[in-house]
């Protein structure tokens, strides 16, 4: 069972703190090497593609990962500021440690929009990128808290996974994206800890009735995702057939964007509800129905066709 402290977060937080500028330096991406994991890329089973267009691939996708990163993180720092309200004057070092947190999501933000310009840059060309992001955290706020920081832990703990999943490759994956993965590993590392925290506290208190507010919310703000997902894979293939500069057959086209859906949807939701730190949480605070009811939803946005 975790045994996570707010005082231990902040500890952690204060002596593992970069800059933007320490992650970024010198290093700019390099066109000769994939910017992303292969095991996050929707290349692996995509054959009309060869080994060059699948590594073009990759640095696409990149746009889109630190796009739809900063796209979330919108949400999810004033989410702790509202939460670290909550225990000024009861909790001291919740207090600091989530006010901390809310900091870092801003500073997170702020680097994944430099990435995602650098990536524009380095491509000679902007990416076509989802849209709507204020309203899109306005609409998730709207939800029931418990759901939003269930949401957010499932997040913060897929960032884990990709950082790991990054370190496995050979040395070919761009020195940039290994920086950059391995940063935001750090840092949010702790906020995953604060989640779970915060998570328990708030669902202690929840009636029947909330709880069951809280589970239905979290389904929507699954497929919400999903949503965003499915739209920045159809950007991803026309991103590709430009950085390419070859027009798809539609044979192509579809092949191309199922492997990208796959691969985002296992990037951004099924790495992250599978966790073992995710699942250790959502089973503490849900009953079993609750949990066979999240465990089908999921199952059914895993199967979806991109073509419904």
Same mark, same amino acid.
């Given at each position: 069972?975790?045994?996570?402290?707010?005082?231990?977060?902040?500890? +952690?937080?204060?002596?593992?703190?970069?800059?933007?500028?320490?992650?970024?330096?010198?290093?700019?991406?390099?066109?000769?090497?994939?910017?992303?994991?292969?095991?996050?890329?929707?290349?692996?089973?995509?054959?009309?593609?060869?080994?060059?267009?699948?590594?073009?691939?990759? +640095?696409?996708?990149?746009?889109?990962?630190?796009?739809?990163?900063?796209?979330?993180?919108?949400?999810?720092?004033?989410?702790?500021?509202?939460?670290?309200?909550?225990?000024?004057?009861?909790?001291?070092?919740?207090?600091?440690?989530?006010?901390?947190?809310?900091?870092?999501?801003?500073?997170?933000?702020?680097?994944?929009?430099?990435?995602?310009?650098?990536?524009?840059?380095?491509?000679?060309?902007?990416?076509?990128?989802?849209?709507?992001?204020?309203?899109?955290?306005?609409?998730?706020?709207?939800?029931?808290?418990?759901?939003?920081?269930?949401?957010?832990?499932?997040?913060?703990?897929?960032?884990?996974?990709?950082?790991?999943?990054?370190?496995?490759?050979?040395?070919?994956?761009?020195?940039?994206?290994?920086?950059?993965?391995?940063?935001?590993?750090?840092?949010?590392?702790?906020?995953?800890?604060?989640?779970?925290?915060?998570?328990?506290?708030?669902?202690?208190?929840?009636?029947?009735?909330?709880?069951?507010?809280?589970?239905?919310?979290?389904?929507?703000?699954?497929?919400?995702?999903?949503?965003?997902?499915?739209? +920045?894979?159809?950007?991803?293939?026309?991103?590709?057939?430009?950085?390419?500069?070859?027009?798809?057959?539609?044979?192509?086209?579809?092949?191309?964007?199922?492997?990208?859906?796959?691969?985002?949807?296992?990037?951004?939701?099924?790495?992250?509800?599978?966790?073992?730190?995710?699942?250790?949480?959502?089973?503490?605070?849900?009953?079993?129905?609750?949990?066979?009811?999240?465990?089908?939803?999921?199952?059914?946005?895993? +199967?979806?066709?991109?073509?419904?």
């Amino acid at each position: 069972m975790a045994t996570y402290t707010y005082g231990g977060c902040i500890e +952690q937080s204060y002596r593992i703190n970069w800059k933007i500028k320490d992650v970024l330096g010198s290093l700019e991406f390099d066109l000769d090497r994939p910017w992303l994991p292969a095991a996050l890329s929707g290349g692996g089973g995509v054959f009309c593609l060869n080994p060059e267009e699948k590594k073009k691939l990759t +640095q696409v996708e990149m746009g889109a990962y630190s796009h739809l990163f900063a796209f979330v993180e919108t949400f999810i720092a004033p989410l702790m500021a509202d939460l670290a309200l909550d225990s000024q004057g009861v909790n001291g070092e919740a207090f600091e440690a989530l006010t901390n947190f809310a900091s870092e999501e801003v500073k997170h933000i702020h680097l994944f929009r430099e990435v995602a310009r650098r990536v524009d840059v380095k491509l000679g060309f902007p990416l076509k990128l989802v849209t709507g992001q204020i309203e899109v955290a306005h609409a998730v706020l709207s939800k029931n808290k418990g759901a939003v920081l269930l949401l957010t832990s499932a997040i913060e703990w897929f960032t884990q996974h990709h950082y790991l999943s990054s370190m496995s490759q050979s040395d070919e994956l761009d020195p940039l994206t290994r920086e950059i993965f391995r940063c935001h590993w750090m840092e949010e590392a702790q906020h995953a800890r604060l989640d779970h925290l915060e998570a328990l506290r708030l669902f202690k208190d929840m009636t029947t009735v909330e709880r069951h507010e809280a589970i239905e919310d979290l389904i929507w703000l699954l497929v919400a995702v999903d949503g965003l997902l499915e739209q +920045q894979a159809v950007l991803d293939v026309a991103n590709l057939s430009r950085h390419l500069d070859r027009a798809f057959t539609d044979q192509e086209w579809n092949e191309i964007l199922a492997g990208l859906l796959r691969a985002k949807r296992h990037c951004f939701i099924e790495s992250g509800v599978t966790h073992p730190n995710f699942l250790e949480l959502f089973l503490s605070v849900t009953t079993s129905a609750q949990q066979a009811r999240v465990q089908g939803a999921v199952a059914l946005l895993l +199967q979806k066709s991109p073509f419904h």
